[in-house]
């Protein structure tokens, strides 16, 4: 029952797979999706209840979809119903119906869901939540006892095949007394574990790319911003990404046919990456990025820093030694030292091309220096007291233009002026950063030991 689909460019590697499901596309690059999808092949040829665990979000109901389309029942109804959706007192009424008169507003006999799934599949999401009552009901039906719609005396006998899921470890649930032992057993007769997202990063990028022809056709990914989708930990899973790539379709430019790092929301800069999959090296840049940041905006307060990172000041410690040592900028091989403070305020000295835009007012400016809180530029003219500008600029070496929000904090003669930034986009204030990191190293000053 697999559908045949031609692949646009972007998906033209061919370790790359989809699956069409009822329309959307279950995409296959990773090792784990392979033989996930290779269980649900197998699986889905028994008539057994199945059991899909996993992260909210990371895509159960579209592997109970392919169940279903890839079993005998392909031609009949495939039902679905979020468990945690409808109160508790609807939630019998909803599965197995209800007769006319069996209660308040019950104008008409209607059909529950199970009937509705007859001969086909009905899938279960957030099975756990089902209270005590509804649990044994499900039992009985499962093991192919008739039951009653509420509030009638004829029984109903469907043919249903039941495919659950849950984000909750039901095992645990079973000990702790609040699901059945036995509905436990009945209904994983076959278990499935969907991956969470940051455990196959190889199908981020692509699964990526697929929304954002959905939403914005035509447009690409540039390499930052495909980087830093790889580097984050998805707690949300797919549907995080999906709504990421939303939003990120919206902050770009009209006309502009690519994605940046600069149009993702913020945080997926904001927080490190915590996954077994990732390659140790990127996992402890970035842990460093972001150590090196907290200190230097706290001025090299130890404390400060490592409260905000919520780690141990012991901890940060012995990270900022680690990383003294990782440059080789000692005391025997620096020329000089910095310290945290003189870091956070280190100007280089350099002329580029600055546009500073105010309203509909454009102004052509070009640096003097710059740190990694402002810029000192010459600008043709004036600037109004206390402006906020948009500045954008090429730092020398860096492909992408930065641009940041800026505020004029003093001006001085022949039109010099210094402006502070006021709102940078995390991923332009890693690379001034790391930029700014690079040039005091060439001029061979070291990190100074931070302030507790």
């Given at each position: 029952?697999?559908?045949?689909?031609?692949?646009?460019?972007?998906?033209?590697?061919?370790?790359?797979?989809?699956?069409?499901?009822?329309?959307?596309?279950?995409?296959?690059?990773?090792?784990?999706?392979?033989?996930?999808?290779?269980?649900?092949?197998?699986?889905?040829?028994?008539?057994?209840?199945?059991?899909?665990?996993?992260?909210?979000?990371?895509?159960?109901?579209?592997?109970?979809?392919?169940?279903?389309?890839?079993?005998?029942?392909?031609?009949?109804?495939?039902?679905?119903?979020?468990?945690a959706a409808f109160p508790e007192h609807l939630v019998e009424s909803e599965l197995f119906g209800y007769e006319k008169g069996a209660f308040s507003g019950a104008d008409a006999t209607k059909r529950g869901l199970f009937e509705l799934a007859d001969q086909g599949t009905l899938f279960m999401d957030e099975i756990g939540?089902?209270?005590?009552?509804?649990?044994?009901?499900?039992?009985?039906?499962?093991?192919?006892?008739?039951?009653?719609?509420?509030?009638?005396?004829?029984?109903?006998?469907?043919?249903?095949?039941?495919?659950?899921?849950?984000?909750?470890?039901?095992?645990?649930?079973?000990?702790?007394?609040?699901?059945?032992?036995?509905?436990?057993?009945?209904?994983a007769q076959f278990e499935l574990h969907v991956p969470p997202l940051r455990e196959r990063p190889e199908d981020i990028v692509p699964i990526a790319e697929h929304f954002l022809q959905q939403y914005s056709p035509g447009t690409n990914l540039s390499?930052?911003?495909?980087?830093?989708?790889?580097?984050?930990?998805?707690?949300?899973?797919?549907?995080?990404?999906?709504?990421?790539?939303?939003?990120?379709?919206?902050?770009?430019?009209?006309?502009?046919?690519?994605?940046?790092?600069?149009?993702?929301?913020?945080?997926?800069?904001?927080?490190?990456?915590?996954?077994?999959?990732?390659?140790?090296?990127s996992l402890e840049e970035l842990e460093k990025q972001m150590i090196l940041q907290a200190t230097a905006a706290h001025s090299g307060s130890q404390a400060r820093a490592a409260e905000q990172l919520g780690i141990s000041v012991r901890t940060l410690r012995r990270k900022l030694e680690k990383y003294k040592r990782e440059e080789g900028l000692g005391e025997s091989k620096a020329l000089g030292k910095l310290s945290s403070y003189q870091q956070r305020y280190f100007r280089v000295s350099i002329e580029m091309p600055v546009t500073l835009t105010h309203g509909e007012q454009q102004i052509q400016a070009v640096s003097a220096d710059i740190s990694s809180g402002g810029l000192a530029i010459r600008s043709p003219i004036a600037l109004a007291d206390d402006s906020v500008f948009e500045a954008s600029f090429t730092l020398p070496g860096v492909s992408e233009r930065m641009t940041a929000k800026a505020r004029l904090a003093w001006m001085g003669p022949e039109g010099l002026a210094g402006v502070t930034f006021v709102d940078v986009h995390p991923a332009f204030q890693r690379e001034l950063h790391r930029w700014l990191a690079d040039k005091a190293r060439a001029e061979g000053w070291a990190r100074g030991k931070p302030r507790t």
């Open positions: 029952m697999r559908a045949e689909r031609h692949l646009p460019a972007m998906f033209a590697n061919p370790k790359t797979e989809m699956q069409v499901v009822d329309g959307p596309l279950i995409i296959l690059r990773s090792g784990a999706m392979r033989k996930l999808m290779a269980m649900v092949e197998r699986v889905a040829r028994h008539d057994a209840a199945v059991l899909i665990c996993g992260e909210t979000g990371s895509g159960k109901e579209l592997v109970g979809r392919l169940i279903h389309q890839h079993s005998l029942r392909c031609t009949k109804p495939f039902v679905d119903v979020n468990c939540e089902l209270d005590a009552k509804v649990q044994a009901k499900l039992l009985r039906v499962l093991d192919g006892v008739q039951y009653y719609r509420l509030g009638g005396n004829h029984k109903v006998l469907v043919n249903v095949r039941v495919v659950a899921a849950t984000n909750r470890n039901l095992k645990d649930e079973v000990q702790e007394g609040r699901f059945r032992r036995d509905l436990y057993h009945r209904l390499r930052d911003a495909a980087e830093a989708l790889q580097q984050y930990h998805w707690p949300g899973n797919v549907r995080e990404l999906k709504n990421v790539i939303l939003r990120s379709t919206v902050s770009i430019e009209p006309g502009s046919a690519e994605i940046r790092a600069c149009h993702l929301p913020g945080i997926i800069f904001g927080t490190p990456v915590v996954t077994a999959t990732r390659t140790e090296s």
